[in-house]
């Protein structure tokens, strides 16, 4: 098998890999570029939604504060796994190649901030909700996660009964 066959046979992966990464490197990119300062906010729907920059330097809900060390090489090492295992899987279904490409562009994503800045960069505000901060990123990974548990679920119920 040639690279480019390894390549194409799951090339939703890849496409949905980068562009999650290149909206999430764009908007963490706009918030930087716009905001002044950390907790700046814009009202989107006052109370409820904002745009607020904050950064993190743990994991999510600010789990692990501090360990950005530790959770760059995470980031780094599940990125390299993900890619790993979809060049010497066989073609997988759409919804995988989905779910696992956000999963991608997520920790690539977050990864990348941890790795230049040393945090990660979060403005998605649901004041209304009383939630913490995040980004796409973030968004991403869950999304990944919900296609892979949606897909096995689907799985199961049309496996025979033993």
Known sequence: MNLRHTLLKNRGFWLVGLF???LDQATKYWVMAR???IGETIPLWPNIFHFTYVT???AA???FAGGADWLRWLSLFVSLGLMAYVLWTPKMA???QIGYGCILSGALGNGICRFLYGHVVD???FRGIN???FNLADIFINIGIFCLLGLEISRSFSRPAR
Do not use: A, H, I, M
Request: glycine content about 10%; overall charge negative; charged content about 15%.
């Open 20 to 22: 999650g990464l290149v």
């Open 35 to 37: 905001f002044s300062f």
């Open 56 to 58: 993190n330097t743990g």
């Open 61 to 63: 809900f600010s789990l």
């Open 94 to 96: 759409k919804l995988e």
């Open 123 to 125: 403005f998605l505000d």
């Open 131 to 133: 939630f913490p901060v």
